[in-house]
């Protein structure tokens, strides 16, 4: 007879975007790191390049589930529906020891329905949003995974209010290069961009997405200047996208910067850094922020780096968010914090005006500067569970419900954020 604690497990995974095909490698790595040497494990499901490279045979390209959008979704709607039903199918013909789905709620979590019954264990990795918005949609969760790896402290006290059995695992964020910024860091990104060690420092973050790029970027140039004017030794870096440098109207934007304080503002993008590495480290050397709302302030959380959030939605969507929303805050670390940190200029809030004036303080280190700097660091220390790598959290919680305990000869590394 098998000890429980040897044999190959297999386990079925599914991530539908770019950004839980990442979470499931470190998943999958970390599984492999602390798995007793007896235990093997086999992937199967659907991943992308980083799943992949950890063992993962994907049934399909992931890229075919990107199209699992609000709109998006109705002209791919009959491929998008055989592939669920092939999934399905393939999952019960595998019969795995546990099936793991992460993210993309719109696909994993109708997969994930459709084997309730089946005595199949499943976790899903990412809690969907329902305590932002129509909340009773929660009930749904106990029918829909067994668990759920949550990426946010308040989660699990919120989806035990719907008996949903939720676990907190940590942030991803913090396994990103944000997290490994420090002082050096930050010298060498004004070393290297030729921005004196004294000058003030702001980054601004218009958003990766096209939409968010065309409604925010002419009102953040706008402040740029407002800016450049009422602080004389003021310098900028502005990240961007490889497609918003290459869009001819995107283009001409920044390049109506570019020209007009050449020597005061630096445009970095992807291009030069691909893993990133520039933007997390204009972060950590950086004053302040001007950013959209998002995953991104989070990061700037991390390096504690005091942060104005501005946004603007279109009319429509902004009346149905007005509806739909439950929070009275949208910024992921005013959330986190239960309290406005970071102020926050919605809609026709969101003005050039407003923005410089919230921006000023931050910028000549007033009071409101080191009291969003202390209260980032409590929110960067709450993104943590037990101070450990998020990925062997989540691991370990996963070996715990195969049943498997974890190889004691492995230690899990504290994690520190310094700036």
Known sequence: MSKPNSGQKKIFIIAGEDSGDLLGGRLMAALHQLAPPTVRFQFIGIGGETMTAQGLKSLFPMKELSHFGFFAILPHLPKLIRRLRETVQRIKLEKPDLVITIDAPAFCLRVSSRLSGTKIPRIHYVAPQHWAWLPKRANSLRHETDKILSLLPFEPEFFAGYGVDCQFVGHPVIESAAAKQNRDTAIDFRRQYKIPATAPLLMVLPGSRTSEFIRHMPIFAESVRLLFAKVSDLRVVLAVTEQHLDDRHHHSILEGLKNDYSERL??????????????????????????????????????????????????????????????????????????????????????????????????????????????????????????????????????????IGADSAVQQRDFEISR
């Open 266 to 403: 630096t445009i970095i993008s992807a291009a030069s850094s691909p893993d990133e590495s520039d933007r997390f480290a204009g972060f950590a050397a950086a004053d302040a922020a001007l950013a959209v709302s998002g995953t991104v302030t989070l990061e700037l959380a991390l390096t504690q780096t005091p942060s104005v959030v501005a946004y603007r939605l279109d009319r429509m969507s902004w009346w149905l968010a007005q509806r739909l929303i439950t929070v009275p805050l949208v910024a992921l670390s005013n959330i986190v914090a239960k309290q406005e940190i970071m102020p926050e200029l919605l809609q026709d809030q969101a003005s050039a005006q407003n923005i410089v004036a919230n921006l000023l303080p931050l910028l000549r280190h007033q009071a409101a500067y080191h009291q969003q700097k202390t209260a980032l660091a409590e929110v960067a220390r709450n993104l943590m569970a037990d101070n450990q790598v998020p990925s062997l959290i989540a691991a370990s919680r996963v070996l715990d419900h195969l049943g």
